[in-house]
């Protein structure tokens, strides 16, 4: 899609600080380094920003909107009233 490049620099953001309890006796998940959907967007641009400074790309890619990356973490069950 036009918006793959912004998707992996979101997953830069939010997967290395991500991690399980090394115990395993819950299924704790430790927060990643985004705390809302605009705070994942200005890292995901951040980090398009200086691949873009850098010359490792040409243009800034297209980001989407809050919305539309609000909308991709919905769950797709609809008989769900809560995620």
């Known amino acids: ?8 620099a979101c997953r830069q953001v939010l997967l290395p600080n991500a991690s399980t309890e090394e115990r ?3 299924d704790v998940l430790y927060a990643s380094g985004a705390n809302s959907i605009a705070d994942l ?3 995901a641009t951040e980090i398009l920003q200086k691949l ?3 010359g490792e790309i ?9 919305s539309w ?3 991709q973490f919905v769950p797709n069950v609809t008989t769900n009233a809560l995620a």
């Open 52 to 54: 873009v400074s850098n």
């Open 58 to 66: 040409d243009v800034l890619p297209p980001i989407p909107d809050e």
């Open 69 to 71: 990356i609000r909308l």
């Open 24 to 26: 395993r006796q819950d």
């Open 41 to 43: 967007k200005s890292q």
């Open 1 to 8: 899609t036009m918006f793959t490049a912004f998707w992996e």
